[in-house]
């Protein structure tokens, strides 16, 4: 029986050892620096040069100032229309517009600069990034385009409601159903510990 219980113990010391070593040895993998000019590969380079990039990236800012103008005209709308749910759904879009414009503008200017220095992985990168904000910006202005206001939640005034009643709906009670003769009948029990 001693016996027994020694060898468990030594094996789930070995166990417990070897996993702490196992461990041991994966966390320092993982703390070896990498190299300096490793660099990640993308998944799509762009085919266009550094100039090419500088042109569509100001089209691509264009574009989005043109959707923050159109998504602020609609919240103007609103306000002179005074519908407040549909105000406040347009002012959380048009805020993030303006988050998304403010990035691709700042990235704008570092794609100058990549361009300037001829890095084409900074170009690359902020290029790519200019793209990802013209979507952003494309995706809010379509759910500012969906914002519902208080008319379409609700009935407008004039509008009238029509109920009709289905004339084959039992005007009886079907709360009370008869026993059924069939269904025996539970005993009270004696002790609630039976």
């Given at each position: 029986?001693?016996?027994r219980?020694v060898?468990?113990?030594v094996?789930v ?5 070897a ?6 040895a ?5 703390r ?15 085919n ?8 569509e990236g ?8 043109t959707?923050?103008?159109r ?8 306000r002179?229309e ?28 570092l ?13 690359n990168?902020?290029y790519?990034?200019?793209t ?63």
């Open positions: 029986m001693v016996k219980s060898w468990r113990w094996s010391s070995f166990v417990v050892v996993g702490f070593r196992m461990g041991v994966a966390a320092q993998e993982a070896r620096p990498r190299s300096a000019d490793a660099e990640i590969p993308s998944a799509r380079q762009a266009l040069s550094g100039p090419e990039q500088m042109r100001g089209r691509i800012v264009e574009s989005m100032t959707m923050r103008r998504v602020s005209d609609m919240l103007d709308r609103s002179q005074r519908d407040i749910i549909k105000v406040n759904c347009l002012n959380d879009k048009l805020t993030q517009i303006d988050v998304t414009l403010r990035s691709a503008r700042e990235h704008q200017d794609l100058q600069t990549a361009v300037g220095i001829n890095n084409d992985g900074q170009r990168h902020e790519a990034l200019l990802i904000f013209r979507q952003r910006a494309e995706s809010l202005e379509a759910e500012a385009r969906q914002c519902i206001g208080e008319e379409a939640g609700g009935f407008g005034e004039g509008t009238t409601i029509s109920v009709r009643v289905n004339p084959n709906i039992p005007t009886d009670d079907q709360d009370r159903y008869p026993i059924d003769p069939i269904t025996p009948e539970r005993p009270n029990l004696t002790s609630p510990v039976m």
